[in-house]
């Protein structure tokens, strides 16, 4: 556990979703003192956390720009810094793959940084993109083999190599986090579970690409963001890499027909061809470390789902 002196974290990408919900619980315990960096490309400052201690800063900057975020390392004296800046989206990484790519530099410019300015601990937002094509259920962290090909994947890949790199040269400690799907109020209408919600709640067509067959799994906010936290302030998977996900797998098409169900709506659902590449045919995490983590049953999606309509409701009304 960690003493109660006032600790500088950095949260890179934290005006994007699920940067911003870390940076509010973080900013809700007075003993951190939490600067947001990010470029506002996909994030806004809508999602920026809302302070009752006065210990949050927001700083527009890019990290992929070494004298943008240089001096913000040099201001604030980070102890722990949550890299979670990064370009998202299945089509936003598909048609802009060189955007994506210029991540590595932000990885590398944030992990320079870290060991020249005594950080602690970086934690990274890794994605079970890096697994590509499935050949093993569930997903294990450390006997699943990555299979990573689009820019996107080999870019979170190639971040996790840095971080063992780092550890293994500068003794810079590390977490890697590797997000499935996530979803909640915050989160912008070009993913998936927002997308379906918000066509359900006006009662247009909700488009599948290919047949719905394809299976996620859905994490609620709130357990992505206290098993990430539990690691923070417990000391756990130092070092390591931990799933952040549900084990409850449906179909992309049986969510759809459950939201649908859900909302009593009269959206049609419409099939477009399918993607020609990045929609994966199976995500099904080993979620065993972050039950551990979390010590409390996951949100069920059919209450997550409830949520998420309740908050979309209020925005509507």
């Known amino acids: 556990m960690m003493n109660n002196v006032q600790r500088n974290i950095l ?15 973080l900013a809700d315990d007075a003993a951190n003192y939490v600067v947001i960096v990010d470029n506002l490309h996909t994030g806004t400052t809508q999602k920026l956390p809302v302070s009752r201690f006065g210990n949050v800063k927001f700083i527009k900057a890019n990290v992929n720009d070494f004298k943008d975020i240089s001096s913000i390392f040099n201001a604030y004296r980070f102890e722990y810094v949550f890299h979670y800046a990064a370009l998202v989206g299945v089509k936003r990484t598909l048609e802009n793959p060189v955007m994506v790519l210029n991540d590595i530099t932000g990885i590398k410019n944030v992990l320079n940084l870290s060991k020249n300015t005594g950080v602690k601990r970086v934690f990274f937002s890794s994605s079970s993109e890096v697994y590509g094509e499935p050949v093993e259920f569930p997903q294990n962290e450390h006997t699943t083999p990555l299979n990573s090909r689009l820019p996107y994947a080999i870019v979170k890949n190639v971040g996790e190599a840095y971080l063992r790199s780092y550890k293994q040269e500068y003794d810079l400690d590390f977490t890697i986090f590797r997000f499935f799907n996530t979803y909640g109020p915050q989160q912008s209408n070009d993913f998936v579970m927002s997308k379906f919600i918000t066509s359900a709640l006006s009662n247009t067509d909700i488009t599948i690409y290919g047949d719905g067959s394809q299976t996620r799994t859905f994490c609620y906010i709130d357990d992505n963001v206290d098993a990430c936290l539990s690691a923070f302030y417990n000391n756990k998977v130092l070092n390591d890499v931990v799933n952040i996900g549900t084990d409850n797998e449906i179909t992309i098409l049986d969510l759809a027909r459950r939201i649908i169900d859900i909302t009593g709506s009269s959206s049609q659902i419409v099939f477009l061809p399918a993607l020609k590449e990045g929609d994966m045919t199976r995500r099904c995490p080993d979620n065993s470390k972050m039950k551990e983590l979390l010590n409390r049953p996951l949100t069920p999606l059919e209450d997550g789902v409830r949520k998420l309509i309740d908050y979309r409701k209020s925005v509507l009304a």
Do not use: D, E, P, Y
């Not at 949260?11 to 619980?25: D, E, H, M, Y």
């Open 11 to 25: 949260v890179t990408g934290g005006a994007g979703f699920v940067g911003s919900a870390i940076a509010q619980k």
